[in-house]
């Protein structure tokens, strides 16, 4: 087995979502000693953002592609081999402003690849990152689940659209709110659940 650890919070130390993603990857290793682990944290190593370059080269037949296109894609190539070659994939997401961090977007932008990760087919889009699980451990300040304001939960629809678009279906998603406009018995009751919930999972494997 090999794992893909994406971190994507800007807190580092202070961070809730790396120090839950943190424990179910510790926990994962241990119960499968022999996995390799990949570890990326896009807060740090942010990916370039496309450029006008990168658009006309992923467009491009790779044989066909001028050398100044080979070098723009050059760091995305090695983000896709890095989730090609992964096997799960756990990844710690704070909600921001609804939706995902901007520096996991710009990852997002670099990895969703024609040929690469989907294929167009007469049908349509076809994912090619089959065969694999996705354990998304996403941090909220609020809960999303009822009321007013579950429409603008941005984040779990967007991650299950663009990742079902590159074949990536088997999600998980462990949802931990209320973590910042809450009182303290909350947010330390949502850490819990989700411990327990990120421990349950693992047993399951």
Do not use: W
């Not at 990949?38 to 467009?59: C, Q």
């Not at 723009?72 to 402003?97: H, Q, T």
């Not at 018995?185 to 819990?192: D, K, M, T």
């Amino acid at each position: 087995m090999k794992i893909l650890h994406i971190d994507c919070s800007i807190r580092d130390e202070r961070s809730l979502s790396k120090e839950l993603s943190a424990l179910f990857v510790t926990k994962l290793t241990e119960k499968f000693p022999t996995a390799q682990l990949d570890y990326l944290d896009v807060s740090k190593e942010t990916p370039s953002h496309p450029s006008a370059l990168f658009i006309r080269g992923n467009y491009t037949p790779e044989t066909e592609r001028s050398s100044e296109m080979v070098i723009e894609l050059a760091e995305s190539e090695l983000l896709v081999d890095r989730m090609i070659l992964a096997d799960l994939y756990v990844i710690g997401m704070p909600m921001y402003n609804f939706s995902v961090p901007s520096n996991f977007k710009a990852f997002i932008d670099n990895v969703v690849r024609i040929n690469r990760t989907f294929k167009l087919t007469e049908a349509g889009g076809e994912g090619l990152l089959v065969n694999k699980r996705v354990y998304i451990i996403n941090t909220r300040g609020v809960d999303f689940t009822h009321g007013d304001i579950q429409h603008m939960d941005q984040l779990q629809p967007y991650l299950t659209a663009i990742f079902g678009f590159i074949g990536l279906t088997d999600l998980t998603f462990i949802n931990v709110s209320p973590v910042q406009f809450a009182a303290v018995e909350a947010r330390e009751g949502a850490i819990e659940r989700a411990k327990t919930e990120i421990l349950n999972l693992i047993k399951a494997l």
